[in-house]
């Protein structure tokens, strides 16, 4: 696309670089793209003429200029790669969302089922959500090809990468929340769940806060280059990663420590029952904690730059149905939710037939590791909320 003005050539984006607007007879300079930077190592120039006819073609051309092989079917492999990782982390947060709000919707329509423990996965499933919403804005402005792309201030740019920042140590930070919670029923006999909710709240919603801002006033003054999408200075960007790689250090131990103390628990059953019954009762419940303590994040917390593509992959594409499977597990195979739903059917059944007789069974699907929770009386007096750990 070649644009003239009157006083020359306005700016351009060429869905790699900014062309800054020139005068007619100009020549102008831009440096490679950060990302082909960060590929080659190479920080190479192209150049642009502002001519009657409008901008000139790039030279040299951005292979040349930036160190890229054209020869190299690498490069052609990697590009194809990140596309399918695109589309794959796609379907993965749009099928995420939908169950997301589904289950999200269960919880706050059925009053028997407010308590604590459902109370913080509501939030929980908020922080997937938003995580979801913020990827599909993300992508929207950075992949846009409006020549806008290039305005100067773009402040609108920069507020979705803070937001897009936010929604993620928000969703890592309600992860740890779970496992505080879980591990806070096994070892400690009695405490205050109105006030731990509080405290858990401001945890998962105010830390990430804090932390967020820290990073944009930082990169604001260090740097303050493009939309905030590349970060090529680590230290700066050591002041999200930081807090997160915590967070799932933390729950990687609390993780350990709960099993530790299922499988003790489970020992001393053993003398009331099959032994490999109460094991299978313990992998099952590891295989439900996983997703909800997030601790498949500690493969590649510390990977090597090496394994980027495997790591983009684990927590892209995997990591977009990780909403998704916190939704099934812990809200539509939940007996608890199922008995409510089944009550409420049967309910309008016999509303609409009430001649027929329906027995209510509640056997109706399995409660699968569930939150114990220790009860306030306003919450025992709601019958739903019953206290289970596996």
């Not at 830390?207 to 604001?220: D, K, L, M």
């Amino acid at each position: 696309m070649l644009l003239l003005s009157p006083a020359g050539c306005e700016g351009l984006w060429d869905n790699m670089s900014c062309w800054p607007s020139a005068e007619l007879g100009w020549t102008v300079e831009v440096g490679c793209p950060r990302f082909l930077q960060m590929l080659t190592g190479r920080n190479g120039s192209m150049f642009r003429n502002c001519t009657r006819g409008g901008w000139s073609e790039t030279f040299p051309t951005p292979d040349v200029a930036c160190g890229i092989d054209v020869n190299n079917l690498s490069n052609e492999k990697r590009h194809a790669y990140l596309l399918k990782l695109k589309v794959m982390y796609t379907v993965g947060y749009s099928s995420s969302l939908v169950m997301l709000l589904v289950a999200l919707s269960i919880l706050c329509a059925f009053r028997r089922l407010h308590c604590t423990r459902n109370y913080i996965h509501m939030h929980l499933f908020v922080s997937f959500i938003l995580r979801a919403l913020s990827n599909f804005i993300k992508d929207a402005v950075l992949f846009s090809d409006d020549a806008a792309h290039c305005d100067a201030p773009r402040v609108g740019c920069k507020l979705v990468m803070v937001f897009f920042q936010y929604c993620i140590v928000a969703n890592y930070a309600w992860l740890l929340v779970e496992g505080l919670y879980l591990h806070a029923l096994l070892v400690i006999s009695f405490f205050s769940e109105r006030k731990c909710l509080q405290g858990f709240v401001a945890l998962g919603w105010g830390s990430p806060a804090i932390f967020v801002t820290s990073w944009a006033i930082t990169r604001h003054f260090l740097e303050d280059v493009g939309c905030w999408d590349i970060n090529a200075n680590a230290s700066i960007w050591w002041v999200i990663r930081g807090p997160v790689i915590v967070s799932i250090l933390i729950n990687f131990i609390l993780f350990i420590n709960i099993l530790r103390i299922l499988m003790k628990k489970l020992r001393t059953q053993e003398a009331r029952g099959n032994e490999g019954h109460h094991y299978k009762r313990l992998a099952k419940s590891t295989l439900l904690l996983i997703p909800l303590f997030g601790v498949h994040y500690m493969v590649f917390a510390f990977s090597p730059e090496d394994a980027m593509e495997i790591q983009l992959f684990f927590e892209l594409a995997l990591g977009s149905f990780q909403g998704l499977v916190v939704a099934v597990l812990y809200c539509f195979l939940n007996g608890e939710v199922q008995l409510e739903v089944q009550k409420k059917w049967q309910q309008w059944h016999l509303h609409e037939l009430p001649m027929r007789p329906v027995a209510l069974s509640s056997s109706f699907g399995t409660n699968g590791l569930t939150h114990g929770t220790k009860a306030s009386p306003s919450e025992q007096s709601r019958g739903t909320c019953r206290a289970s750990v596996i």
